[in-house]
């Protein structure tokens, strides 16, 4: 009877690591936001840029995957938000990140790429955080050498944009919208637009038609939601654009107030947003969240090594980026059409280029390029 | 065309409610410099009731069944929660400046610095965050009217601007500024208002109570920022509140001044710049005669430029008008019987 028992927890055991081994963050929503620790430490710490907590996007995926390996571990964790919301300088990120490691934080995520100048100086003065930096890129210490607290994670954008642009023609759109935030500076936004913009041309040449795409920055700069963003976009759908790309955390507030007034559609960002609004027909997916969890993973795996400095890159291949099949929403594009796509990019048939500076109307000859500015 | 009329209408019912909200307060002797900050109080208001209202799940059900009547009613619900609100919190500035003979500039300024931090200390209370958003969808799906709910199968001029991708708070904004500007000119209530901005001791003489009518006109003008308020966070910020309303309170007082505190004015005034705003977000897609070509696009100017048009608009027409702009003669003076 013992040794049944006693094999029966070392199979418990088993099953249950191998069940936490798979970044699962689904339900991660339903985990509270605060908690409080005995001893008022956090030892998991999230931090944003600019944009809210609850952006229903990229910020909340990111928090998602925090609070799923703090719950599955029993970790304590924050979050911490930069003064002055949508106004926050270098200087309130680098409090906010100060604040979360004399909170005792001994991984503090930051996402977003704005926390690159805070994030130096932080990293360079607290060695002994390990940082993961979310859209980030390798930074370099005060003595010159690429710091080892810190572990950027970049995504392949470009690979759900194009799912994204590719799914929307071949599901019969012509009119399509892209609205991005950051003003044209954000990298990953770049990409995602690029992506998009080449998803659109592939689906359109293989149709044999000429799909017309409105192409903006304006009004994103803050990543906010705004009257003007929601004119903006109201007079796009006035004129007979079907479907907007809003990509940009809560400037998806203003677009799919703007979609649902004239009965179209939104594709939404980050994560799937189809749970926010009717309007939602897809969503470019990156996997923010299983990213935050499993560079937190690495560190209480002891493999921190691996990402350490020049960290990580995920794609397709890592399924980071792509399409939601679980709410589906297609008719004509379907799952299985899609997930032959995907397969090809994970095999490195399909390609998509990542260099945004590409983007022209000329290199896209199936579609008919008008740059909003 | 009639994108372009909805859209300013858009703009310009905040404005015109928050402006003649200010008439209100100025025409009894109180000037209300608070507006804005009793439309950032309001719209939080407002928005935390429909987040609450849709948390309960109380209209959940009339959604899904698609009964329209019920949603607009909480809509209506909203409404005058928030005006409700925006009168008690405008009570501080009356009993400031009306009590305590406080200067009102100072007492205005004071709540304007108050309701956006009070606004969002309470958003990160209950929401975590700096915004506070629809418990669920958008605006435009929940309380936005179509032609094809009302029933409408027909396409013209009328039924496409003022019956389609509307908002009952529109046309409920219109009726209140209607029938408040007949309050303040045609009634015994609206002159003896009046005439407590004009001359209090006169007014006093005759037996009415300055300070009633004065309290009155503040919390007229309470009610209506609130209400103005959240009007301007469900119509334009899809049903959010953040702690601030883009400047309108401020522009609303600038409209006042433009309109020359007379009801009439301000309602072109603030159509004049709702129209200047909505060029400037969307002339890129404007086509006023339908006919295809894009006139505003192609004329190739900076969308700068047309950003900075309702300003500068602005700018020009007050330069040239406010020669003959002619404020309530008491406004800003605290009321003290003794001082005749």
Redesign the interface.
Known sequence: MKKLLSVLIVLMLVLGLTVTCVADIAGADDIE??MTSADGTYELAFITDVG???DKSFNQGTWNGVKSYAAEHGLSYK?Y?PAN?DQATDDDRYDAIKAAVDGGAKVAVCAGYMQGAALTKAADEFKDTMFVFIDGWPLTGADGNIMSNVAPVVFKEEQCGYFAGYALVKEGFEKIGFCGGGGGTNPACCRYGYGFAQGIDAAAAELGKTVDLNYSW??GATFS????????V???Y??GIEVVFACGG?MF??I????????CFVVGVDSDQSY????VVTSALKGVGEAAYLAIAKYYDGNWDEIAGTGINLGAAEGATGLPTETWSMQTYTVEEYEDMLAAVIAGELAVDDNYENLSDEALESVNLSI?? | MA?LIR?TL??AVPLMVVALAGVFAERSGIINLALEGIMIFGAFIGVLFVHLVQKWGWFEAAKEVGNWGAMQLFLLMAMAVSAALGMVFSLLLAFAAINLRADQTIGGTALNLMAPALVLFLIRVI?????M?MF??????WF?L?KKMLGITGSNFFIDTFLN?VYLTTYICVLVFIVLSVILYKTRFGLRLRSCGENPHAADSLGINVLKMRYHGVMISGALSGMGGFVYAMT???C?A??EV?GFGFLALAVMIFGNWKPLNIAGAALLFGLFK?I???Y????INGDGVYLLKEIGLS?NFY?LLPYLITLIVLAFTSKSSRAPKAAGIPYDIGSR
């Open positions: 936001d605060t809210q907590l609850k979050y938000q919301g304006l009004y939601a705004s009257p003007e963003l929601q004119t903006m109201n007079g796009w006035e004129n809560p507030d203003s799919t107030a703007a979609a649902a007034e004239n009965d926010d609004s009717d309007t909003v500015e | 994108f859209q858009i703009y929401n975590n965050q700096n915004t958003q669920k969808g958008d605006s435009a799906s936005m179509k991708k334009t910020a899809n959010t953040n702690g883009a909505c400037a977000a969307s890129y897609s404007l086509d969308s950003r």
